[in-house]
Nanobody
């Protein structure tokens, strides 16, 4: 069973940067296409960015050009570098597989962007 632990969130001013990290346990992590999601209260969890096992990436239009997803299969980590942050990026961020069946969700990490 793969477990996911997200970290790196915080409070930042608009225009600032944060780097999120997701640590995964379990030996089969390396075969999954992984993704970062975000969720605001009362809304569904949306996929922000994904990365395949070979390093190909895809981004939601809202973050394209500002966010960069990366992975280190040896360390079993997925990172999300977030630049030029906007107040609308405020959310709880989670990592998980990009396709079903999803893994158990971690606790997420809160990102708050002040204007």
């Amino acid at each position: 069973q793969v477990q996911l632990v997200e970290s790196g969130g915080g409070l930042v001013q608009a225009g600032g940067s944060l780097r999120l990290s997701c640590a995964a346990s379990g030996s089969i992590f390396n075969i999954y296409t992984m993704a970062w999601y975000r969720q605001t209260p009362g809304k569904q969890r949306d996929l922000v960015a994904l990365i395949t096992t070979f390093g190909s990436t895809k981004y939601a239009d809202s973050v394209k050009g500002r966010f960069t997803i990366s992975r280190d299969n040896a360390k079993k980590t997925i990172d999300l570098q977030m630049n030029s942050l906007k107040p609308e990026d405020t959310a709880v961020y989670y990592c998980n597989r990009a396709t079903t069946p999803l893994l158990s969700w971690g606790q997420g990490t809160q990102v708050t962007v002040s204007s």
